[in-house]
């Protein structure tokens, strides 16, 4: 393979849960007084930091979040992960054939390490990914678009970042990617191809991801 190290972006590419999450945040937001439609959230918030939803909130409204914003609706997406939330579907294989193959890969996302072992273990994606594997917004100063997390991944890993390939399925990730000096692959089951301008590669189809890796 021609990369040392797979950096998988969590919500949207290993676990299906960009629906859930940008469905909730746009009900409290709304119900907080921000009026937010699905499509917003996943326009203005998708793939985001939670730094970002409170930084955004506060330019355009002059309001801050309110201080537990974090913890309610933290507590309203895991309840709903525990009913609803699917790993993406092939992905399993994806990661199946890495670790046959003994290829380095890790995760690295925008949401909490909590957020993220919480999605694994419902999900069962937890069987790949022990804690040094894993690595979030949390571990850095800035989140996407900065290359920071990605940059830190890499570091950790002990892998050059331009060795390095990131699955993303959001612009910012896209973008943060490109900034780290890393190729990226946007998956477009969820979002339409123009939005990640940038990428090296597109796929639709998780089946389709390995033979981009080679």
Known sequence: MRYDLVVFDNDGVLVDSEPISNRLLAAYLTELGHPTSYE???????????????????????????????????????D??????????????????LAADGVPYCVASSGSHERIRVGHRTTGLDRWFEDA??????D?????PAPDLFLYAAERMG????????????????????????????????????????????????????????
């Open 80 to 97: 709903a992960f525990e009913r609803e939330l699917r790993p993406v579907g092939g992905v399993a294989d994806v990661l199946e054939k």
């Open 140 to 144: 850095v100063g800035r989140g996407k």
């Open 159 to 214: 892998v050059a970042p331009e060795r390095c390939v990131v699955v993303e399925d959001s612009p910012l990730g896209v973008r943060a990617a490109v900034a780290a000096g890393m190729d990226v692959y946007g998956f477009t089951a969820m979002t339409p191809a123009a939005k990640l301008a940038g990428a090296t590669g597109l796929f639709a189809d998780m089946g389709e991801l390995a033979d981009l890796l080679r």
């Open 133 to 138: 594997r894993i690595f979030s917004a949390q």
């Open 40 to 78: 917003d959230s996943i326009r203005d918030y998708m793939g985001s930091a939670m730094h970002r939803i409170h930084d955004l909130v506060l330019e355009r409204t002059g309001e801050r979040l309110p201080a537990d914003f974090d913890d309610v609706f933290h507590a309203r997406v895991f």
